[in-house]
T-cell receptor
Framework: KNQVEQSPQSLIILEGKNCTLQ??????????LRWYKQDTGRGPVSLTI?????NTKSNGRYTATLDADTKQSSLHITASQLSDSASYIC????????????FGTGTRLTVIP | NAGVTQTPKFQVLKTGQSMTLQCAQD?????MYWYRQDPGMGLRLIYY???????DKGEVPNGYNVSRLNKREFSLRLESAAPSQTSVYFC???????????FGNGTRLTVT
């Protein structure tokens, strides 16, 4: 069964600290993996898309890694800011089918001063 | 450039009432989607439209209908609302299947 699991469910960190969010998936055959940021009361916004051949991809203070062999991805946030408080959703696309996207339930990050 | 616009932002319905959720995108995207988001669950696909003139069922289509009015607009209709349809509804669009989804800011629907 195709699944995407994220950990931890929630996380509280101090402003300025780093953190890493995890995503494990069983989706096969794999096409790409996406990370989205969802602020409270808003729609998700894309942070990055990674294909099979990409190990690391950065978007400002956000760095995503992908290990397609172990089917794991992580999102590392450097020097966190209060505005990083949001839910982070991992999404994996299956190769077959036009709309086979599998969504994780998200990690709720709270950055406190 | 507004992106994806959803209306209304909030709605309260009584069981059995009907309503239409509106969605429009100004990015000239071919594909449009309707998702629902419930606490503790990932986003679930209700219906999608790969291109103007086509619509297909997603994971949870029961109780919903859609219309792809033109390339810009994709509406979601609840014919007879049920409490189980209380949720946050997101419309999204994309240029092509390997591009990122662009989401609207959602419609929060409560059915009493």
């Amino acid at each position: 069964k195709n699944q995407v699991e994220q950990s931890p469910q929630s996380l509280i960190i101090l402003e300025g600290k780093n953190c890493t969010l995890q995503c494990n998936y069983t989706v096969s055959p794999f096409s790409n993996l996406r990370w989205y940021k969802q602020d409270t009361g808003r729609g998700p916004v894309s942070l990055t898309i990674m294909t099979f051949s990409e190990n690391t991809k950065s978007n400002g203070r956000y760095t995503a890694t992908l290990d397609a062999d172990t089917k794991q991805s992580s999102l590392h946030i450097t020097a966190s800011q209060l505005s990083d408080s949001a839910s982070y959703i991992c999404v994996v696309r299956e190769q077959t089918g036009a709309n086979n996207l599998f969504f994780g339930t998200g990690t709720r990050l709270t950055v406190i001063p | 450039n507004a992106g994806v616009t959803q209306t209304p932002k909030f709605q309260v319905l009584k069981t059995g009432q009907s309503m239409t959720l509106q969605c429009a995108q100004d990015m000239n995207h071919n594909s449009m989607y309707w998702y629902r988001q419930d606490p503790g669950m990932g986003l679930r696909l209700i219906y999608y439209s790969a291109s103007e003139g086509t619509t297909d069922k997603g994971e949870v289509p029961n109780g919903y209908n859609v219309s792809r009015l033109n390339k810009r607009e994709f509406s979601l209709r609840l014919e007879s609302a049920a409490p189980s349809q209380t949720s946050v509804y997101f419309c999204a669009s994309t240029k092509e299947v390997n591009s990122p989804l662009h989401f609207g800011n959602g419609t929060r629907l409560t059915v009493t």
